[in-house]
């Protein structure tokens, strides 16, 4: 009978997503494997140090309260940290198609780097395969259907890096310690809530500001000169990451909400939603 036929084929597709599923799924472990280990080569060795409020004595005044509050003095320096997520990304460039995500992250502080390795449910069964990262100075972004499809697969330009590097510095918020004054990192007071911090890393320089919020706390991370990838190609645009809900991890304060967000003509753009689950810290010794 015709639903018999119907029945086979509908379980032939089942199984064939499942397969799919799985050899893909072993593509994406080897891939992430192998960027793991490039950035685990590529980690130098954070000095055994810890917190000292008199490094603070040059720095702007609203960088200083942002210190005193999220920091205790001897806390020890940050070398890595484990982060999981979970929320909604925006899946149009125009438009809104928010759709949940699940994601673990990898960062090192020195050399700076991190790995997101994210799934994107774009529908039940479906998930887009995501690696997002900096490692060893150059951007990664590939984005897969399964792990095996590949809808966008971008070459390590030096735009990407850039782009990457400054998703690194504002996510700092997660890594406080990495803020603090040293090579490659000077701090510019804006006004009495704003201060600009300028990253030289790996050859490439970025600035992003950094507003605070009355009792000190960093809110929000702009800069207006973030590549970013439009129909196909790379361009400049303005780019914003909101943080709040701080709370203590590994004796610091740290947000564990947050958004971020592309500024057009048309106003803000969302295109993450997100809230941390996890922060697992290995700190220097």
């Not at 997520?85 to 990898?106: C, D, I, L, V, Y």
């Not at 600035?207 to 970013?228: C, K, N, Q, W, Y």
Request: contains cysteine; charged residues 25%; positive net charge.
């Amino acid at each position: 009978m015709w639903w018999k036929v119907m029945l086979s084929l509908l379980l032939l597709v089942v199984v064939l997503v499942m397969a799919a599923a799985g050899i893909g799924s072993l593509r994406w472990k080897k891939r992430t494997d192998t960027l793991l280990d490039r950035l685990q080569a590529a980690q130098a060795v954070v000095p055994s140090q810890s917190y000292d409020p008199a490094i603070l004595q040059d720095l702007p005044e609203p960088v200083q309260r942002y210190f005193r509050k999220v920091l205790e003095p001897g806390q020890p320096m940050i070398s890595r940290v484990s982060v999981k997520h979970k929320g909604t990304f925006n899946m149009k460039e125009a438009g809104e198609q928010w759709k949940p995500f699940t994601s673990r992250q990898q960062v090192t502080v020195q050399r700076p780097g991190f790995v997101w390795n994210a799934r994107i449910a774009v529908m039940p069964g479906l998930a887009a395969w995501v690696h997002d990262a900096y490692v060893a100075g150059e951007g990664v972004l590939k984005v897969a259907l399964l792990g095996l499809i590949t809808l966008v697969d971008m070459e390590p330009i030096p735009e990407l890096a850039r782009g990457e590097l400054m998703r690194w510095c504002a996510e700092a918020t997660w890594y406080p310690t990495a803020l603090l004054p040293g090579p490659g990192l000077a701090w510019r007071e804006v006004d009495a809530h704003t201060a600009r911090a300028d990253f030289a890393v790996d050859g490439l320089q970025v600035s992003l500001e950094f507003h605070f919020t009355p009792d000190g706390l960093i809110d929000t991370v702009r800069a207006d000169d973030r590549e970013r990838l439009l129909g196909g190609k790379v361009v400049k645009a303005s780019w914003e990451g909101r943080f709040w809900n701080y709370a203590r991890r590994g004796g610091m304060r740290v947000p564990l909400d947050g958004e971020v967000a592309w500024i057009t003509a048309d106003g803000r753009k969302p295109y993450w939603r997100g809230r941390i689950e996890s922060l697992d810290y290995t700190f220097s010794r």
